[in-house]
């Protein structure tokens, strides 16, 4: 494999690396059984992830037009966290609209050229509370409708300085570091260039 590019930001205040769950997610993700380079939803098993269900989320992704992302599955350390049943939402919906167009274009590539992404960001939640949550994500092909997400999201260091996330029950603000995972096809080029 090839090393990954880590990408940080001028918000960033110290040094971010990957928790030991996020490497352990990534390995079990590796493991699961292939079609066409990107595991299938018909073939997925919870039982190599049951010690980290809590923080786990699925979403269902566009495949084409306006982009979206509809979250399918939430752990109860999620929900624990945001305080509210976010099941059914856009995750778009808590990303500032300045960002659309780079989380659509990260997940284009997570399926496009099959990888993972490694990011930490600020979240902020509608009682008054931030914290840096660190998020490992990859893809997964289903037969019939639209492609996923299988995501771990886990707090990360102490709280940070808290923000209004005006009326949602949380916002969260693009990463503070990031990088691909490379899934065996090399880490995609980012940011990305235009034609």
């Known amino acids: 494999m090839q090393p990954t590019k880590r990408f940080f930001f001028p918000r960033e205040v ?12 990534e ?14 939803r018909g073939d997925f098993s919870l039982r190599p992830f049951a010690a980290m269900l809590r923080d786990m989320v699925l979403l269902d992704i566009s495949a084409e037009g306006s982009p979206w ?9 999620v929900r624990e966290r945001v305080q509210s ?4 939402r856009d995750y778009l919906e808590f990303l500032s609209p300045q960002f659309h167009g780079g989380a659509a274009e990260s997940v284009r590539l997570m399926f ?9 960001m600020a979240a902020h939640y509608q009682r008054g509370f931030s914290q840096y949550l660190e998020l ?24 940070v300085l808290p923000m209004l996330p005006g009326l949602s029950v949380m916002s969260v603000d693009t990463a503070v570091a990031f990088e691909f995972l490379d899934a065996g096809s090399g880490a995609p080029s980012w940011p990305p260039t235009a034609p």
């Open 27 to 40: 390995e079990r993700w590796l493991a699961l059984p292939r079609r066409n380079r990107v595991p299938a």
């Open 69 to 77: 992302s509809r979250i399918r599955l939430v752990g109860e350390g």
């Open 85 to 88: 049943d976010i099941t059914g």
């Open 136 to 159: 490992t994500a990859f893809p997964l092909a289903t037969d019939n409708g639209n492609p996923q997400l299988l995501c771990l999201m886990q707090p990360y260091g102490g709280p």
């Open 14 to 25: 110290g040094t971010f690396c990957r928790s030991q769950d996020s490497k352990t997610f």
């Open 112 to 120: 496009d050229h099959p990888c993972g992404i490694w990011q930490v």
